[in-house]
């Protein structure tokens, strides 16, 4: 039976639910989609140059499935991996700047311009959102390698030039460029091999085809807790909370060196101000949810959203950052 206090509590909690749609839909509803419009009114979606069941992509649908629910707008993932996330770009510039169609991107978006000629401008061609995440690479090698620190390893490398490969996947991207800075701050010569992914990399490590690799923790940090890889440090500026025993290749012997990968949402340059606004306000909403926490803080990583105009010097920045270190630590793409 139900009381006429349970029937009252039970009517509040509907009406809460039903505030909360309420309020979600004049927010959607009190944005001008530029057009005479409101935004959104259809259909969205957002494009990553990753493949499906990635770490990425499995961030990306997740923030796809929450946008659905706080626009009441269906908002779609679209995967077209290849060219380092450069397919992916094309594909969304040819798109309107209404903000239904977002890209999310990787660091990879601004190591790019460094090594390549790309067919857009990394920065002025999009409008940028937010900042998603970020997290740290490890430095593991395989288990017959002689070294069990950082300044272990470097010595080992400057003993044996060019003798010792290490795996990325992909020439010009984030493994390359950890790789490559790592040798030029530490005054080491290493070779590098190219792999179609950061698994089959990883994978060719475990199997000690090649001797190491800056691997992302999401890859990374099953393995060596596995003891099929050993781990010399992370190339963040602070020790990782997964694996704190673990010292930076900062502080275990390259003083200065940081790398980190991040990832952000952008969209076609252009779009309007109140529309970047409300999808800057929402996406924040999503990344403080704890199941999206928890997902990220499993594969290394950890959310952390920005104004869009952070996002654009960040953006900016990174360029200029990657080109010098490119120049320096030779890295081409060939």
Same mark, same amino acid.
């Given at each position: 039976m139900i009381t006429r206090s349970r029937a009252g509590g039970m009517?509040?909690?509907?009406?809460?639910?039903?505030?909360?749609?309420?309020?979600?839909?004049?927010?959607?509803?009190?944005?001008?989609?530029?057009?005479?419009?409101?935004?959104?009114?259809?259909?969205?979606?957002?494009?990553?140059?990753?493949?499906?069941?990635?770490?990425?992509?499995?961030?990306?649908?997740?923030? @796809?499935?929450? &946008? !659905? *629910?706080?626009? #009441?707008? +269906? $908002?779609?993932?679209?995967?077209?991996?290849?060219?380092?996330?450069?397919?992916?770009?094309e594909l969304t510039l040819k798109a309107p700047p209404d903000g239904y169609t977002m890209l999310l991107v990787s660091v990879s978006h601004t190591m790019n311009a460094a090594v390549r000629k790309l067919p857009f401008d990394p920065v002025r061609s999009f409008t940028p959102i937010t900042l998603l995440g970020s997290g740290p690479l490890m430095l593991v090698v395989h288990p017959s390698v002689p070294a069990r620190s950082v300044k272990e390893f470097i010595a080992l490398a400057r003993s044996k030039p060019g003798a010792l490969n290490y795996a990325v996947a992909g020439i010009g991207g984030i493994n390359h460029f950890a790789a490559a800075l790592f040798g030029h701050m530490a005054k080491v010569e290493m070779t590098v091999v190219?792999?179609?992914?950061? @698994?089959?990399? &990883? !994978? *060719?490590?475990? #199997?000690? +085809? $090649?001797?190491?690799?800056?691997?992302t923790m999401a890859l990374s940090l099953r393995q060596t807790r596995a003891?099929?890889?050993?781990?010399?440090?992370?190339?963040?500026?602070?020790?990782?909370?997964?694996?704190?025993?673990?010292?930076?290749?900062?502080?275990?012997?390259?003083?200065?060196?940081?790398?980190?990968?991040?990832?952000?949402?952008?969209?076609?340059?252009?779009?309007?101000?109140?529309i970047v606004g409300l999808l800057n306000r929402e996406i924040a909403a999503v990344l403080k949810q704890p199941e999206l926490t928890q997902r990220l803080e499993a594969n290394g990583a950890f959310p952390a959203s920005s104004s869009s105009e952070a996002l654009a010097q960040r953006l900016s920045s990174e360029v200029e950052k990657w080109k010098r270190v490119a120049r320096d630590a030779n890295i081409k793409a060939e």
């Open positions: 009517l509040a909690v509907a009406g809460a639910a039903m505030l909360g749609v309420s309020f979600q839909n004049a927010l959607a509803a009190g944005t001008p989609d530029g057009h005479g419009g409101v935004f959104p009114s259809k259909l969205m979606r957002i494009v990553l140059g990753f493949p499906p069941a990635s770490s990425t992509d499995l961030m990306a649908r997740f923030i @796809a499935t929450n &946008l !659905s *629910e706080r626009f #009441g707008q +269906q $908002v779609l993932v679209e995967n077209r991996p290849g060219a380092n996330g450069i397919l992916a770009a190219p792999y179609k992914g950061g @698994a089959q990399a &990883l !994978s *060719e490590v475990i #199997g000690g +085809q $090649v001797e190491l690799m800056f691997g003891g099929k890889v050993r781990a010399l440090g992370v190339t963040a500026a602070k020790r990782s909370p997964l694996i704190p025993e673990l010292p930076t290749i900062a502080e275990a012997g390259v003083p200065g060196y940081e790398i980190s990968s991040w990832w952000a949402m952008v969209a076609p340059a252009g779009v309007p101000a109140p």
